[in-house]
């Protein structure tokens, strides 16, 4: 079946430096998404993409999604205390049907003030 | 806003008792989905259905059955409790389609002994 995964695990920067977690599918994905999980919390929405080498930008963030369609990565310029959290991605193949999305492990982010 | 909402936040049953967690979404959202959330192994799709007594397997729906006779109610079964399904789990929906992010349900934190 179609697996997603995501490096690194756990990303320990200081404050004001930049974070980059990767996102690599066995498959042929037909969109990706991204979702942040605060601590205690629950994954929410962060953006999506749909086409081949598809970059974009909320604020400090960059988002991007390979020319084949297998990879994408989240960017994150100047991190601020506030970054702090789990950063999944989740693709959907396709194949598949209905909405269904394979998540990514999750990159968790701590951040050294 | 969407609302997801799940019938309890912790929850401790035995080994060997069955388990009912519960989810209602008030959106008209046509998909939902049930998670796990383990360390280190992201989430991971348990069920899902994409209308009123419709349902698939998801990655890994040993041990468990769903229950969906309400659009804006799916139920998480665990016919028999084991201490490996300790665990998250997350509850999402979405409107139907390849194209839609997911709402998820702050988690049931279940612990089996």
């Known amino acids: 079946g179609q697996q997603v995964m995501q490096i690194p695990q756990y990303q320990h920067v200081q404050e004001g430096e930049d974070f980059t977690t990767y996102c690599n599918s066995s498959t042929t994905l037909s969109n990706i998404q991204w979702y942040k999980q605060r601590p205690g919390g629950h994954p929410v929405f962060l953006i999506q993409l749909v086409k081949s080498g598809e970059v974009k930008k909320q604020k400090r963030l960059t988002f991007q999604f390979g020319e084949a369609k297998k990879n994408s990565s989240l960017h994150i310029t100047a991190t601020q205390t506030t970054d702090v959290g789990t950063y999944f991605c989740?693709?959907?193949?396709?194949?598949?049907?209905?909405?269904?999305?394979?998540f990514g492990q999750g990159t968790i982010l701590t951040v050294h003030p | 806003d969407v609302k997801v909402t799940q019938s309890s936040r912790y929850l401790v049953k035995r080994t060997g008792e069955k388990v009912f967690l519960e989810c209602v979404q008030d959106?008209?959202?046509?998909?939902m989905f049930w998670y796990r959330q383990d360390p280190g192994l992201g989430l991971r799709l348990i069920y899902f259905?994409?209308?009123?007594?419709?349902?698939e397997k998801g990655d890994i729906p040993e041990g468990y059955s769903v229950s969906r006779e309400k659009k804006e109610r799916f139920s998480l079964i665990l016919e028999s409790a084991s201490t490996n399904q300790t665990s998250m789990y997350l509850c999402?929906?979405?409107?139907?389609?390849?194209?839609?992010?997911?709402?998820f349900g702050p988690g049931t934190r279940l612990t089996v002994t």
């Open positions: 259905s994409y209308d009123v007594k419709m349902k």
């Open positions: 959106m008209d959202h046509e998909n």
């Open positions: 989740a693709g959907k193949g396709g194949g598949t049907s209905y909405g269904k999305l394979t």
């Open positions: 999402a929906s979405s409107l139907r389609g390849p194209v839609y992010e997911q709402y």
